[in-house]
């Protein structure tokens, strides 16, 4: 999230895997409309967008580049998380906050995050936010301050 004058937000939701998926849905609706919420109130006036990462259906493993066994629970992950995603966008339609969904391909470019190991891509991600706005431990939530990244330039917001 991000508003106009500001640097990108990053308030980035990391459900718990122990849980049961939809209990990691729900917790993910929750959050977001809290955070809306919260940031509302914080921000006053300011403009806030949500800016989210487009899901991608993974045939094989990133870390290991091993095809996965079973393409079923593969397709069904990619059904869920899609699913997640209209709730979560219609969550934010509801609160009145624009939404917008950008894909991996286009914020790894803006960000010059070119490595095709899933490692290297996360760490490039990091020295990316850390260089561009002097962020540190930001391990969980660079790649979400780079999607934010991609936004305000995309879009041409001065900050």
Not at 2 to 16: C, D, F, K, Q
Not at 86 to 110: F, M, Q, Y
Not at 129 to 140: D, I, L, N, S
Request: glycine share 6%.
């Amino acid at each position: 999230m991000s508003g106009e004058g500001a640097a990108p937000v990053s308030t980035g939701y990391t459900p718990l895997l122990s849980e049961d998926t939809d209990v990691r849905h729900y917790s993910a609706a929750k959050w977001l409309s809290s955070t809306i919420t919260n940031l509302k109130a914080q921000s006053g006036d300011v403009d806030l967008t949500i800016v989210m990462e487009n899901p991608i259906l993974h045939l094989k493993s990133q870390t290991t580049g091993k095809p996965f066994n079973n393409l079923t629970e593969i397709t069904l992950a990619y059904k869920i998380n899609c699913a997640l995603l209209g709730a979560l966008k219609l969550i934010a339609t509801k609160a009145k906050v624009p939404c917008t969904v950008v894909e991996v391909s286009a914020w790894r470019k803006t960000a010059g995050i070119r490595s095709k190991d899933r490692t290297k891509q996360i760490n490039d991600a990091i020295d990316f936010v850390r260089k561009t706005y002097g962020m540190t431990h930001v391990k969980e939530s660079a790649e979400s301050v780079c999607i934010g990244y991609h936004y305000i330039k995309e879009n041409g917001i001065e900050l």
